[in-house]
């Protein structure tokens, strides 16, 4: 018999060791930021599986979506066994006798995060270093590769910034171990994302501006290469940006003081009385127009 396919299989062993050498809640806690904060490793590990499963072009592309959505998952799994690792001998509160006989205060003023203990029992969370939840809403899908291609350039620069600060916040030799190999993958990412976008561009599969197919004609044409300056600064101008060719390839940059276009402010709206804004209309006439839209059932 054939062996039966696997839509996802777990092997029991990390990508790169992740072993602490003390125990340290504290930085268990800013450990999280990179587990489940906006740009962790949740956060690329889902961003790119659904940019995948959304992906309609078969090939190289989707394919380097999957496999890097895997290495991501494994990266979730060595930060999430770190931080358990951070967790597992770590006192309960700190010793200062003023506060040690209430363990909460003490883990509240030792900077360690509650849950950790009371809820994940000595575990890592699906939560950033402050202790807000994931959320779906960091993810990056849209259907169209180069703009989720830039996302994720973006996500994994974001996510090395934060790698980068936490080495400096620790001199243990295991962490700074695995998060050199985090900063070394990051590193990876980035350029493979951006040589990504390149390669799009190269084949002619998408341009700038994203959308690139949709027609620019609809566009307002006159300001869609005008740098305007909303702000007292003068340097902008000097950028370039504000004259030359556009990297589209198709205008060139103007600078202006402040906008080029305008239009009167519409008069203030009145909706449904039964919305109960403050309007200048007198309330019992609001109350009585309300009063006949339900007699007449006008939902």
């Not at 990390?14 to 340290?24: E, R």
């Not at 931080?83 to 770590?90: D, S, T, V």
């Not at 006989?101 to 809820?119: E, F, K, N, Y």
Request: net charge negative; proline share 6%.
């Amino acid at each position: 018999m054939g062996r039966k396919p696997l839509v996802f299989f777990h092997k029991q062993e990390l990508q790169y060791k992740a072993s602490p050498g003390k125990p340290d809640a504290v930085y268990a806690r800013k450990l999280q930021e990179v587990l489940g904060g906006q740009y962790g490793e949740i956060t690329v590990a889902m961003q790119y599986s659904f940019q995948a499963w959304n992906a309609h072009i078969p090939g190289k592309y989707r394919d380097l979506l999957f496999g890097i959505a895997a290495e991501e998952m494994g990266h979730v799994e060595m930060l999430a066994t770190m931080i358990a690792q951070l967790l597992e001998k770590a006192p309960l509160g700190i010793t200062d006798d003023a506060v040690q006989s209430d363990p909460a205060i003490a883990a509240v003023i030792g900077g360690t995060d509650l849950q950790h203990a009371i809820v994940a029992g000595a575990g890592a969370r699906p939560v950033d270093s402050m202790g807000n939840p994931w959320q779906g809403s960091y993810v990056t899908a849209s259907g169209n590769l180069l703009a989720d291609f830039t996302a994720n350039a973006n996500a994994e620069m974001q996510g090395r910034l934060q790698v980068a600060r936490l080495y400096h916040m620790t001199d243990d030799h295991g962490v700074r171990d695995l998060l050199s190999f985090l900063l070394a993958r990051d590193t990876m990412h980035q350029n493979q994302w951006m040589a990504a976008a390149r390669e799009l561009q190269e084949e002619k599969l998408e341009q700038f501006p994203v959308p690139s197919n949709f027609p620019q004609k609809k566009e307002a044409t006159e300001v869609s290469y005008q740098y305007l300056n909303f702000s007292d600064g003068k340097a902008a101008s000097e950028g370039s940006w504000a004259s030359g060719p556009t990297p589209d390839g198709k205008g060139e940059f103007t600078y202006h003081e402040g906008t080029t276009t305008s239009a009167p402010l519409p008069p203030a709206t009145h909706p449904d009385a039964r919305f109960y804004g403050t309007t200048e209309i007198p309330n019992t006439v609001e109350k009585m127009a309300g009063t006949v839209q339900d007699k007449l059932n006008r939902e």
